[in-house]
């Protein structure tokens, strides 16, 4: 439809582009389309960030795609969660004497998973694909996840070498574009995950621009050097629950009944979507709710779809309580986690593990306060860098660019990695023991207690002081 308007002319010749970009009277420093040019006025519809949109999209015809998390702020976040520790009707456990298990087990499903993964703590790495970013950032991830006994996945694109030599344990992601899908390195995984949606832009597929597409990127995805990609939605062998059911057996006589298989979604209809992919035989479901981060996405869909994380997990663990599964499909959360704190509150809500992506590419170095010409030659700064898309990274991270990607320290990025892990693992422990808890696998809904009507509306947690949930 739109390609059909830009079809027609005008009865005049066409316009100096440089008039259509506000380039008449310009003022230096402020460009039309950039939030910061504008002051801010009264009125709360039309904030800069709106005027800079409607301008912005007014010269490129198209949406604005960008990388990073939404920028809704309207999104609930885990803050408005506490927890309630023991103190007199429940004994708190003591913090050096006494040990609380973080052991998490996805697909122990005996007859239908061999081997099943045991990780030494309830996070891991996310899917992010080799291309969203350069293979140096891929094997820190790796190693760093390797040190601390969790796991990594692929993402789009297929395996990495320098990623599968970097972690023990590493799943590999089947996505509808079925970029590089190779039966040999389906057997060398240790999980498998079928994507069929992702937080940050779910109804649509993946995109990758054409200046993260060297040689080496272009080669595994059989894609021509240098241009744009979007990845197809939807798989071209299964449309709904039945086909899924087929899919998944497929698998699993492929890899010989060895692997768990996982199912990742982005949060939009959890109750119902998670009960599909639970009946159809996924041992693993991870939910990916709104705020998500991704390489690259329309903005509109980073801000204006999906369903919080916080809302999401209660429905999904409700979903798998009412399917009878719930004791042997795991419930994966994933969406905005920035803390140890943020961890236990999805553990608590009814995640059985939490898989993070931007907060793992911080501890790598994302938006870290260095080689500031580089973010000022992207008009950003170091906080406030959302330029992934770009591919002109300025720490080496979402970059393919070989002089940008020497920046990534690979051992000093892995350590970076590891000690985050350790150190969230930590707090998740310590919240655990605060609550009487022996392992952080115990930590429930009724240790949290919600700060606002909406967060107690959301989740089902009592109102703190009130100790009753906010109901309909």
Not at 56 to 63: C, K, N, T
Not at 193 to 208: D, R, Y
Not at 343 to 366: N, P
């Amino acid at each position: 439809m739109a390609d059909d308007l830009n079809d027609r002319e005008y009865p005049f010749g066409p316009p100096d582009e440089d008039v259509v970009a506000f380039g008449d009277g310009a003022v230096p420093g402020r460009p039309a389309g950039v939030p910061s040019s504008y002051d801010r006025g009264k009125s709360p519809r039309w904030t800069p960030e709106a005027i800079a949109d409607a301008h912005a999209v007014a010269q490129l015809g198209r949406y604005q795609i960008r990388g990073f998390s939404t920028f809704n702020t309207r999104f609930p976040t885990l803050d408005d969660l506490v927890f309630v520790p023991a103190t007199m009707t429940r004994l708190p456990l003591e913090g050096y004497r006494e040990s609380c298990d973080t052991k998490t087990v996805l697909g122990d499903r005996p007859g239908l998973v061999e081997q099943p993964i045991e990780l030494d703590i309830p996070i891991y790495i996310a899917s992010m694909s080799f291309g969203a970013l350069s293979a140096s950032a891929k094997a820190a991830l790796g190693y760093g996840a390797t040190k601390v006994g969790t796991m990594t996945c692929t993402g789009e694109g297929g395996m990495l070498e320098d990623e599968r030599e970097a972690s023990k344990i590493l799943v590999y992601q089947m996505t509808p574009s079925r970029y590089m899908l190779d039966l040999e390195h389906l057997r060398m995984a240790d999980g498998i995950e079928i994507v069929v949606g992702q937080g940050a832009k779910p109804g649509t597929g993946g995109v990758l621009l054409g200046m993260k597409i060297p040689e080496r990127v272009a080669s595994m995805r059989t894609l021509p050097v240098g241009v744009d990609q979007r990845s197809t939605v939807r798989h071209p062998d299964f449309l709904g629950a039945d086909d899924l059911k087929v899919k998944i057996e497929e698998l699993r006589e492929a890899t010989g009944y060895q692997v768990p298989i996982f199912v990742k979604m982005g949060a939009t209809r959890p109750r119902w979507d998670v009960a599909i992919a639970a009946k159809a035989g996924a041992d693993v479901i991870v939910l990916d709710g709104a705020e998500g981060g991704t390489g690259a996405s329309p903005e509109l869909l980073l801000d204006h779809t999906g369903i919080p994380t916080m809302s999401a997990i209660p429905a999904a663990r409700e979903a798998l309580e009412e399917a009878g599964l719930a004791d042997e499909v795991k419930l994966v959360a994933a969406g905005g986690i920035r803390s140890g704190a943020d961890a236990a509150k999805c553990l608590a809500l009814g995640a059985d593990c939490v898989m993070i992506g931007f907060a793992a590419l911080m501890a790598l170095g994302c938006n870290s306060p260095r080689y500031l010409d580089d973010y000022e030659a992207l008009g950003t700064s170091p906080g406030r860098c959302h330029h992934c898309h770009t591919g002109r990274c300025p720490v080496g991270i979402t970059t393919q660019d070989p002089e940008l990607e020497q920046r990534m320290d690979v051992a000093a990025g892995a350590e970076r990695v590891a000690r985050l892990l350790t150190a969230w693992t930590m707090e998740i422990s310590l919240l655990a023991k605060a609550c009487g808890k022996s392992s952080v696998h115990n930590l429930e809904k009724e240790d949290l207690r919600a700060l606002s009507l909406e967060a107690s509306a959301f989740t089902g947690v009592p109102l703190a002081g009130i100790d009753r949930p906010y109901t309909w």
